[in-house]
């Protein structure tokens, strides 16, 4: 349809190789929408009549509640629906539909009108994420495990610890999404291919009919520049990783060697040989579909930084990333919440391991500072303790005197006082003795909790009051077709 210079017909090889008609399936609706808010511009700046605006939306309206097919000749969904509505409406009304815009800044429209309801749906999916993890941190604030650092034992924490940690982490990625919203949230329509239009439109009016809060002003910037949208699947790339470490944590703590967790068996598979086998496929998935987003990311950013300022032709090879990013970071968030909110989480096995081994060393050593010594001082003995305990394969409650006195010179600590400190000290009153800011205390885990409650409240306040305006806007769209097909 757009070959009017062209003599000939792009050969079947040829279509199918410049064709994007089955990867535009997610901007079909958007698509109609902003045609139909386009139609209802050119009606309101006299460039329609009402009856030529009524055919327009009447047929936009019948198109919208079909299936479209793949298999068409069309380049795109642009041409598509554009040839659907002169086929039926007739090319003397149907042909004006696309008066004063370009396959160019409607592309760039659907796009950000897609995004723009993929991060509204992707920021409720990671306050329910969150608000699962709360609540499973509020049931574990007293729950002592290790900390790992270099993935060896490290302090005594709990485990309501780790799933803040998840926590914060969604949080910032929610900030990101929410933050980036703005940025996408601003329409290119009217633009035209590149340098607007001579026609007397109103860029501001569709604007406003869908949703957005302002246009993109500069031509050049709305057509050819997608930096929100690398900024979006970035974005995506970090949620991702974020959901990549926590899979990787529930990995480790459900083998036979940790048994810290156990994962349901809806999100567990068999192996088709070992009976005995429960393999934590989902969250291996979960990694490996973690590669391929940040994959898709470094796709987009390779595709922009050869383009010269103004549309081409490569910029349509970057929508399967975008589309493939939103659809795997959703399900993530929904799998993964599903699978925190029925995790089996083994608290005898934690504790016992929380209080084995070494991991008050630094409580104990720390308690020396309390009793004047230089910090280094009292690493030095403890750091002797426990080489003692380690040559004789026991904790260090379980040293005698005899071993205790072995790691101190009465120049630097009295050996009983010692003794009594390493027995006074265990997993419950490190836990109850940590008070800094952030820190795996019980006290400092309630806190936590009760702040980052406060924290969904607030971002679940303003994720509704902006999906309402959008959907507000909409609505109002909606009721301006209804009225203006009759």
Same mark, same amino acid.
């Given at each position: 349809?757009?070959?009017?210079?062209?003599?000939?017909?792009?050969?079947?090889?040829?279509?199918?190789?410049?064709?994007?008609?089955?990867?535009?399936?997610?901007?079909?609706?958007?698509?109609?929408?902003?045609?139909?808010?386009?139609?209802?511009?050119?009606?309101?700046?006299?460039?329609?009549?009402?009856?030529?605006?009524?055919?327009?939306?009447?047929?936009?309206?019948?198109?919208?509640?079909?299936?479209?097919?793949?298999?068409?000749?069309?380049?795109?969904?642009?041409?598509?629906?554009?040839?659907?509505?002169?086929?039926?409406?007739?090319?003397?009304?149907?042909?004006?539909?696309?008066?004063?815009?370009?396959?160019?800044?409607?592309?760039?429209?659907?796009?950000?009108?897609?995004?723009?309801?993929?991060?509204? @749906?992707?920021?409720?999916?990671?306050?329910?994420?969150?608000?699962?993890?709360? @609540?499973?941190?509020?049931?574990?604030?007293?729950?002592?495990?290790?900390?790992?650092?270099?993935?060896?034992?490290?302090?005594?924490?709990?485990?309501?610890?780790?799933?803040?940690?998840?926590?914060?982490?969604?949080?910032?990625?929610?900030?990101?999404?929410?933050?980036?919203?703005?940025?996408?949230?601003?329409?290119?329509?009217?633009?035209?291919?590149?340098?607007?239009?001579?026609?007397?439109?109103?860029?501001?009016?569709?604007?406003?009919?869908?949703?957005?809060?302002?246009?993109?002003?500069?031509?050049?910037?709305?057509?050819? #520049?997608?930096?929100?949208?690398?900024?979006?699947?970035?974005?995506?790339?970090?949620?991702?990783? #974020?959901?990549?470490?926590?899979?990787?944590?529930?990995?480790?703590?459900?083998?036979?060697?940790?048994?810290?967790?156990?994962?349901?068996?809806?999100?567990?598979?068999?192996?088709?040989?070992?009976?005995?086998?429960?393999?934590?496929?989902?969250?291996?998935?979960?990694?490996?579909?973690?590669?391929?987003?940040?994959?898709?990311?470094?796709?987009?950013?390779?595709?922009?930084?050869?383009?010269?300022?103004?549309?081409?032709?490569?910029?349509?090879?970057?929508?399967?990333?975008?589309?493939?990013?939103?659809?795997?970071?959703?399900?993530?968030?929904?799998?993964?919440?599903?699978?925190?909110? @029925?995790?089996?989480?083994?608290?005898?096995?934690?504790?016992?391991?929380?209080?084995?081994?070494?991991?008050?060393?630094?409580?104990?050593?720390?308690?020396?500072?309390?009793?004047?010594?230089?910090?280094?001082?009292?690493?030095?003995?403890?750091?002797?303790?426990?080489?003692?305990?380690?040559?004789?394969?026991?904790?260090?409650?379980?040293?005698?005197?005899?071993?205790?006195?072995?790691?101190?010179?009465?120049?630097?600590?009295?050996?009983?006082?010692?003794?009594?400190?390493?027995?006074?000290?265990?997993?419950?009153?490190?836990?109850?003795?940590?008070?800094?800011?952030?820190?795996?205390?019980?006290?400092?885990?309630?806190?936590?909790?009760?702040?980052?409650?406060?924290?969904?409240?607030?971002?679940?306040?303003?994720?509704?009051?902006?999906?309402?305006?959008?959907?507000?806007?909409?609505?109002?769209?909606?009721?301006?077709?209804?009225?203006?097909?009759?």
């Amino acid at each position: 349809m757009y070959r009017s210079r062209l003599e000939k017909n792009l050969d079947k090889h040829t279509l199918d190789y410049v064709s994007s008609i089955s990867d535009d399936e997610e901007i079909t609706i958007y698509d109609i929408i902003g045609s139909q808010a386009h139609s209802i511009m050119l009606y309101e700046n006299k460039i329609l009549s009402k009856n030529e605006l009524k055919k327009i939306l009447s047929t936009l309206e019948k198109i919208k509640k079909e299936k479209l097919t793949s298999k068409s000749s069309a380049e795109d969904i642009h041409e598509l629906i554009e040839t659907l509505v002169i086929q039926r409406a007739g090319i003397a009304v149907g042909g004006k539909m696309h008066t004063a815009r370009s396959r160019n800044d409607q592309v760039a429209l659907d796009l950000r009108m897609k995004i723009r309801d993929d991060i509204n @749906t992707i920021c409720n999916c990671i306050l329910d994420m969150v608000e699962t993890l709360v @609540t499973l941190a509020e049931k574990h604030t007293a729950t002592a495990m290790p900390l790992y650092t270099h993935l060896q034992q490290a302090q005594i924490g709990t485990f309501s610890h780790f799933l803040i940690s998840y926590v914060d982490a969604l949080l910032r990625d929610f900030k990101r999404f929410f933050d980036t919203f703005d940025r996408v949230n601003h329409s290119p329509l009217g633009a035209g291919p590149i340098g607007g239009t001579s026609l007397p439109i109103n860029r501001n009016s569709t604007a406003k009919m869908l949703g957005f809060s302002g246009v993109v002003e500069n031509s050049i910037d709305a057509t050819s #520049n997608r930096d929100v949208v690398a900024e979006y699947v970035a974005a995506i790339a970090i949620l991702m990783t #974020n959901l990549s470490r926590m899979a990787e944590d529930l990995v480790i703590w459900s083998t036979s060697e940790f048994s810290f967790v156990e994962l349901s068996d809806q999100f567990s598979s068999p192996s088709s040989v070992m009976p005995q086998k429960k393999n934590p496929d989902i969250l291996e998935l979960t990694r490996g579909k973690t590669a391929r987003v940040i994959g898709n990311l470094v796709a987009i950013l390779s595709n922009l930084k050869g383009l010269a300022s103004g549309y081409g032709r490569d910029l349509q090879e970057i929508k399967p990333s975008v589309f493939l990013s939103s659809r795997t970071a959703i399900s993530a968030l929904i799998v993964l919440n599903s699978m925190f909110a @029925t995790l089996k989480v083994n608290k005898q096995k934690m504790n016992q391991i929380a209080d084995s081994g070494y991991l008050v060393a630094l409580d104990i050593a720390e308690t020396l500072v309390k009793e004047g010594l230089p910090f280094r001082t009292a690493h030095k003995i403890v750091g002797k303790l426990v080489q003692i305990a380690h040559e004789n394969k026991i904790s260090l409650s379980e040293l005698d005197a005899t071993e205790v006195a072995k790691s101190v010179s009465d120049k630097e600590f009295d050996a009983k006082k010692l003794g009594e400190i390493i027995s006074s000290i265990n997993a419950l009153s490190s836990l109850q003795n940590r008070s800094s800011l952030g820190s795996s205390g019980i006290s400092e885990q309630k806190r936590q909790i009760i702040k980052r409650k406060s924290m969904i409240s607030q971002y679940d306040k303003k994720l509704k009051n902006r999906n309402t305006l959008i959907n507000s806007a909409i609505d109002n769209l909606f009721k301006k077709v209804r009225l203006l097909s009759r």
